[in-house]
Each structure stands twice: as structure tokens, then as C-alpha cells.
């Protein structure tokens, strides 16, 4: 099983900065595509941002700029640090992981894993 916990959020004021991490742990063979996703109290969930092995990065819009996403493959660790906040860019931010994990028994299975959440909050 394939476990992700994020870290790194809080309480901060308009465009101050946080930095979220996030580390997964497991059997992991591979992993291809990490991201970050948030959700707004009574809104879907969405897409922040999303990074490939080979550090490729994507972002919505309403980010872009001002957010940007790395990753440690060394360590299947995934970051987003985040200036310039505003108060909009509170939720709960979930990272996201997919891959390869090794079985105890078979062939390596495909992954999807998501991590607990941690709240970001942004006051005005």
C-alpha cells in the first residue's frame, strides 16, 4: 500500500508564502505523475498544479505565477510553494501520486494514492 502524507500548511495573511510538502511511502517502484489538488468549502475539488518525472509542470490559472511545484524523486517527495497568497486559496490541499508498487506476491500493481489533506488558510 502506497501512503502519502502531506505536510506544512496553516494560518497565514494575504500575500505572505507557505510551502507544502508532501512524502510517499510504500513499495514504490516508479512513480510518474505527482500533483497538488485543493477543495474549497462547498466546492469540487481542482487541479493546482501537477509535475511529471522529467519535471515537467502544469497549472491552472488562477495560480500560475505565483505557485510553483518540484519534486525529489530521491525521496518521492512532491512541493508547492505558494507566495503571494490570497484569501481565494483557501481549502484543503490534497497531493497525488501515481505509479508502480511491488507486490508481495505477482506483478507490480498501478497506483493512485492520495494523502490526507492539510488545510491553507489565507486571511484578509
Known amino acids: 500500500q502506497v501512503q502519502l502524507v502531506e505536510s506544512g500548511g496553516g494560518l497565514v495573511q494575504a500575500g505572505e508564502s507557505l510551502r507544502l510538502s508532501c512524502a510517499a511511502s510504500?513499495?514504490?517502484?516508479?512513480?510518474?505523475?505527482m500533483g497538488w489538488y485543493r477543495q474549497a468549502p462547498g466546492k469540487q475539488r481542482e487541479l493546482v498544479a501537477t509535475?511529471?518525472?522529467?519535471?515537467?509542470?502544469n497549472y491552472a490559472d488562477s495560480v500560475r505565477g505565483r505557485f510553483a511545484i518540484s519534486r525529489d524523486n530521491a525521496k518521492n517527495a512532491v512541493y508547492l510553494q505558494m507566495n503571494s497568497l490570497k484569501p481565494e486559496d483557501t481549502a484543503v490541499y490534497y497531493c497525488?501520486?501515481?505509479?508502480?508498487?511491488?507486490?508481495?506476491?505477482?506483478?507490480?500493481?498501478?497506483?493512485?494514492?492520495w494523502g490526507q489533506g492539510t488545510q491553507v488558510t489565507v486571511s484578509s
Open positions: 509535475i511529471t518525472g522529467g519535471d515537467t509542470a
Open positions: 510504500g513499495s514504490i517502484l516508479s512513480i510518474n505523475l
Open positions: 497525488n501520486a501515481d505509479g508502480a508498487a511491488a507486490q508481495a506476491m505477482g506483478a507490480p500493481r498501478v497506483f493512485r494514492s
